[in-house]
Structures are given as C-alpha cells and as structure tokens.
C-alpha cells in the first residue's frame, strides 16, 4: 500500500530534550516536506526537501532541523524543544513533477 | 496578511445542502490552486485542483478560481454527513522546479453536515 508512515504518533516530553519524528515513504517521491497544524494558523511549511541531500526552509524553520539522506526518508530534528512547538505535526510527499502531496497521519507533539 | 485566507466556520449544514468554501489569496503569481479535505485525526488529502481561472467539477464537488478578483471556491452539491471535515485550500507559482514542494495553505474551514 502506497502510504507516508510517521513516528511516534503521539509524543510528550519536556523542554530541551532532543527529539527526532521520523517520515517515511514507500512511493518513490522526491519531494518530501513536513508541516505544523495550528488552530487558527493553518498549515505552515517547516521545511522541504526536493531530492536526497537537497533541502530547504518553508515559512517557519527556526527551531527544527532535516537531513534527506535517502530518498525515502526524512526526519524532523527538534535539537532543544520549546512548548511553542507543541503542535501537530506532517509530513508529506510528491512526485517531481506534481502538486499533489500525499500527507502522513500526523505526528501530535506535546512538549511541557 | 497571510498569502492565503479562509474563514475557518465552523459551518454547520443540513444534509442535502451546497455548500460553499471560499478563499482569498494575495500572491498574484498563483496558478495552481488545490482543496485538501482532512478527517478527524487523519492527514489532508487531495481532493481537487485547478489551474489559473475558470471552473473543475468532479461529482458533487465543483472548484472555482477567478484570478481577476484573486478568490477560490469549492462547492459542494446535496452534502452528506461523510463530507464533514476541514476543508483547506491550498495555492502554489506553478513555477516548476521547487514550487512542486511549495503549497501555502489557508487557515482551512470546519464543515458540520447534519443528518
């Protein structure tokens, strides 16, 4: 089953503490991309990638890191977490040639 | 100003209604427009796009773009409760190149179908 997998899908944990979400995807996309769901705030890019080792900022990178080192893979590196990141979190994927992104389930991050 | 705005309702509708889904976007360099449905607890998912102006139906569901007036529009025809979901549009240069990872999204709008 073509899909974008996410782990964890839940989280909790406190400030500071280094956390990785993991994406992964099984379709063979280049373009990989992770987002934050916030009420009243939509859908925000935090970063995107649009092949291995290529990466670049979205609308709100500060505070998150990413590698793509294999095409299928692609992490989402909270290196000192602070509670104005507690929110849901996407990854997503595409086709180099299309807008249409397939979304994981969603990773709910809280951090205290 | 964000590059693209929703009124995020929440609407609430009886079944059998239209429903009607709009957004404004400021970026002129738009082409591409998208609407994205996303479920309780789930991903968003596609659920049509459109290109510069003009009208898409697919089924009940019919999109809209007027770049005159910078407005998108998503109907929705004789709603059922399984349409209940947040609805997000979505707009992008069609640039090519690293604008296939580059969607900016509204707020999205909360749709309440009732039986």
């Known amino acids: 089953e073509a899909q974008v997998t996410q782990n964890p899908r839940y989280l909790i944990t406190v400030t500071g503490k280094k956390l990785t979400v993991t994406c992964s995807q099984n379709m063979n996309h280049e373009y990989m991309s992770w987002y934050r769901q916030d009420p009243g705030l939509g859908l925000r890019q935090i970063y995107y990638?649009?092949?291995?080792?290529?990466?670049d900022k979205g609308d709100v990178p500060e505070g998150y890191k990413v590698s793509r080192k294999e095409k299928r893979n692609f992490p989402l590196i909270l290196e000192s977490p602070s509670p104005n990141q507690t929110s849901l979190y996407f990854c997503?994927?595409?086709?180099?040639?299309?807008?249409?992104?397939?979304f994981g389930p969603g990773t709910r991050l809280t951090v205290t | 100003q964000k590059e693209v705005e929703q009124d995020p309702g929440p609407l609430s509708v009886p079944e059998g209604a239209i429903v009607s889904l709009n957004c404004t976007y400021s970026n002129s360099a738009f082409q591409y427009f998208m609407w994205y449905r996303q479920y309780s607890r789930k991903g968003p998912e596609l659920l049509m796009y459109?290109?510069?102006?003009g009208n898409k139906e697919d089924g009940r569901f019919t999109a809209q773009v007027d770049k005159s007036s910078k407005y998108i529009s998503l109907f929705i025809r004789d709603s059922q409760p399984s349409d209940s979901a947040t609805y997000l549009c979505?707009?992008?240069?069609?640039?090519?190149?690293?604008?296939?990872?580059?969607?900016?999204f509204g707020q999205g709008t909360i749709l309440t179908v009732h039986p």
């Open positions: 990638s649009m092949n291995v080792e290529v990466t």
């Open positions: 997503a994927s595409s086709k180099g040639d299309s807008y249409e992104q397939y």
């Open positions: 459109t290109y510069s102006s």
């Open positions: 979505a707009g992008t240069t069609n640039a090519g190149g690293t604008s296939y990872g580059k969607l900016t």
